[in-house]
């Protein structure tokens, strides 16, 4: 009688925790956990035998139940700017992308969290496709792993060549809360890829309840995704606004950094569409509902995509919204367009959804946030 094999424990998807538990159940010490996740995550090792400071007992014992399974490349791109571009299968049907932008001594990696995106921010390319399904802790945490292995092997333990990351590639990283809590964790983890708190960020649309608990679990760099200076047009632009209005939205941020240890500023991240929120009454609102918290202001020129109807605004109108802000006393950058060409710009990832499961939730009734 044939049976079937059991499916094998993927160790890249378990978090430190997990994996002490997992050591502890093959009657090992927990600390052999420490050992498997520098292999993994700081030598990007996907070979158990590779693992030499475990026993030969061990790698033979574990490679019976367990294996590392990364989520497998369709496609890289490589943008004449230097930017990268990975899509990456999850799952049977979906594919998600990853950026990766080299610039002077840093690289800034923009991570994933969910196939489509159910916010439906009218501006992003990601919003158009529906959501599909969250990502799990593997193919979050796997990207990462991914990209760094693109810098060659064998990796070297103390290799910094991923400087930050940014959980603001596809999906709203807030509404698949746990995986991406516990790849962050990873991401600063000394023993993985050892990044500071500072150099992680998490960029949200405004989920307020999940900020609120966020802020029990990490302190983490938050970025708010604004795009509108009142709640008229944010409505328009970020339909979960409807839901979780502006003062909602900027008192949960205060309270958020009220319970980190430092004093930090929040950046805002603003995209600016021509005609539509890249007026100076805009920028004059913007300083005015700003005042209540510490920010600085990211603007983005809107990077078009195909079946939009939005423009991007001229380098002058840039330039006034900037200079107005400044002059208000705000530091305010211009994100400068990184990776047009191959359609990795901000608001441009778009990957492909599973048909039979996205779903389009337009409006504030229909946006389902499950995990709230
Ligand atoms: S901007 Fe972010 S939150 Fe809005 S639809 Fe795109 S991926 Fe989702």
Known sequence: MNTVPEEKINLIGLNKQALEDFCISLGEKPFRATQIIKWIHQRGVSDIFQMTDLSKDLRERLAKVAEIKVPEVAEEKISEDGTRKWLIRVGE????????????????????????????????????????????????????????NSFGLPREPNSRHITNVVMMGMGEPLLNFEPVVEAMNLMT????????????????????????????????????????????????????????????????????????????????????????????????????????????????????????????????????????????????TVRSTRGDDIMAACGQLVGQVNDKTRRKERSRNQIKTKAI
């Open 93 to 148: 049907k979906d594919l998600v992308e990853m950026v990766l932008i080299p610039e002077n001594n840093r690289s800034t990696l923009c991570v994933s969290s969910q196939a489509g995106c159910a916010v439906d921010c009218s501006f992003c390319a990601t919003g158009k496709q529906g959501f599909s399904r969250n990502l799990s802790l593997d193919e979050i945490i796997g990207q990462v792993w991914i990209a760094a």
């Open 189 to 332: 983890d000394d023993n993985a890829y050892g990044l500071s708190k500072r150099k992680v960020t998490l960029s949200t649309s405004g989920i307020v309840p999940k900020i609120d608990e966020l802020s029990k679990v990490t302190d983490i760099a938050l970025t708010i995704s604004l795009h509108a200076p009142n709640d008229e047009l944010r409505d328009e632009l970020v339909p979960i606004n409807k839901k979780y209005p502006i003062q909602e939205l900027l008192d949960s941020v205060k309270r958020y950094v009220d319970s980190c240890d430092d004093k930090r500023v929040t950046t805002i991240e603003y995209i600016l569409i021509d005609g539509i929120n890249d007026d100076l009454k805009h920028a004059k609102e913007l300083s005015e509902v700003l005042e209540q918290l510490p920010s600085k202001i990211n603007l983005i020129p809107f990077n078009a995509f195909e079946g939009s109807n939005y423009l991007k605004p001229s380098g002058n109108r840039v330039k006034r919204f900037q200079r107005y802000l400044q002059d208000k006393g705000y530091v305010t």
